[in-house]
Nanobody, 127 residues
Framework: QVQLAESGGGTVQAGGSLSLSCKVSGITGRNYCLAWFRQYPGKKREGVATFSRLGESMFYTDSMKGRVTISHNNAENTLYLQMNSLKSEDSAMYYC????????????????????WGQGTQVTVSS
């Protein structure tokens, strides 16, 4: 059974940085996508960045583009999200998610296609 466990959230001042981690277990092979989403209270989850384990490629949405870097440690099977120049509007619950197998739509950040989710980690940016 696939399990995802996020960590690294917390409170940071505006302009600061934070690194999130997501430990992935219960998956073998490389035919999967990993992604970071965030969710504001009462809103749908929105994609931040995705990673294709198959192609070792990354995709960033406009929401935080230029301020985040998604990476993956293959040996530890851990997904990371480095966030810089944080703004108050980045305050949200951040989730990592997995999609497997990779279909014709690739690793697009469509939350409906990601079936495995972590419990989330709260990021709060104070101004």
């Amino acid at each position: 059974q696939v399990q995802l466990a996020e960590s690294g959230g917390g409170t940071v001042q505006a302009g600061g940085s934070l690194s999130l981690s997501c430990k992935v277990s219960g998956i073998t092979g490389r035919n999967y996508c990993l992604a970071w989403f965030r969710q504001y209270p009462g809103k749908k989850r929105e994609g931040v960045a995705t990673f294709s384990r198959l192609g070792e490629s990354m995709f960033y949405t406009d929401s935080m583009k230029g301020r985040v870097t998604i990476s993956h440690n293959n040996a530890e099977n851990t997904l990371y999200l480095q966030m810089n120049s944080l703004k108050s509007e980045d305050s949200a619950m951040y989730y990592c998610a997995m999609k497997t197998p990779i279909d014709s739509y690739g690793c697009r950040p469509d939350q409906a296609t990601y079936r495995a989710w972590g419990q989330g980690t709260q990021v709060t940016v104070s101004s």
